[in-house]
């Protein structure tokens, strides 16, 4: 199937920045999409930031103008360079892939990002 592995994370301080890495490996496909997703306080996980492989994104209100996705060296690996970090970006963060030809989604295994005020 698909293999999602995460790299990054920690801590931070309000104002500073992190980075967030994913690499997919597997049954990939042209039209698949990848971004990060994190948990939230409710029942559904909250977008992030996801990118198309034509290039095309979308960011979640909260993150916009600070977050950026991208992909430097690899179509099958996304950045996430998270800057101007805030304590509300405190959170786990779910790498995530959707097959759109498929119409499936998978998860990564969650990283921890904190950041202290």
């Known amino acids: 199937q698909v293999r999602l592995e995460e790299a990054g994370g920690g801590l931070a301080q309000a104002g500073g920045s992190l980075r967030l890495s994913c690499t997919a490996s597997?049954?990939?496909?042209?039209?698949?999409?990848m971004g990060w997703y994190r948990q939230g306080r409710g029942n559904q996980r909250e977008l992030v930031a996801i990118r198309g492989k034509d290039g095309i994104t979308n960011y979640g209100d909260p993150v916009k103008g600070r977050f950026t996705i991208s992909t430097i060296d690899s179509r099958n690996t996304v950045h996430l360079q998270m800057n101007d970090l805030k304590v509300e970006d405190t959170d786990i963060y779910f790498c995530?892939?959707?097959?759109?030809?498929?119409?499936?989604?998978?998860w990564g295994q969650g990283t921890q990002v904190t950041v202290s005020s």
């Open positions: 995530s892939l959707v097959r759109i030809n498929e119409g499936d989604t998978f």
């Open positions: 597997g049954h990939l496909g042209r039209l698949d999409v």
